[in-house]
């Protein structure tokens, strides 16, 4: 196992926290030094937020972690490709690589619909890299949509 798919897989754990909770099953961890400094899943309906994508809430994490806005020694690995706010955030933090599972192919912004991190000339350059355990990232994703479209249609 490579040293990405190891931290992807803890990405995947926070994901399968998020799914426990009925939210979108996105998890995401942040890594400086080769050591996981901070992890977040989804919480958006738990906490009645828009903004609480578990991108933005590791980074909250990881910020408060290093007594620093910037995280320009870090990477982040997270199952399903940012949307367009995660992706400025990743972007205003300083963000060193994004480690991405699965792509978006409805609200992705780092590749997919567009791509905020390597299309536009920002003050900072987030580095991308794809298909991180993408199967496992895409299986989560479709298990946790056939069940709610199921839920939907027995009420």
């Known amino acids: 196992m490579t040293e990405q798919e190891k931290f992807m897989k803890e990405a995947l754990i926070q994901a399968k926290k998020a799914y426990e909770k009925e939210e979108i099953p996105v998890g995401a961890v942040i890594v400086k030094d080769h050591k996981i400094i901070a992890r977040a899943y989804n919480e958006k309906e738990y906490k009645h937020d828009s903004t609480k994508h578990a991108e933005i809430l590791a980074i909250q994490k990881a910020s408060k972690k290093l007594n620093s806005w910037r995280l320009t020694d870090c990477d982040m690995y997270v199952t399903l490709e940012p949307c367009s706010m995660c992706a400025g955030a990743l972007i205003q933090s300083r963000m060193g ?17 567009l791509n905020l991190l390597e299309d536009y000339t920002f003050n900072h350059k987030v580095e991308v890299e794809t298909g991180i355990l993408q199967n496992e990232c895409e299986s989560i994703l479709k298990q946790f949509f056939k069940e709610l479209r199921n839920s939907k249609k027995e009420k």
């Open 97 to 113: 690589k994004v480690y991405i599972g699965t792509m978006d192919e409805k609200t992705g912004s780092c590749g997919s619909v």
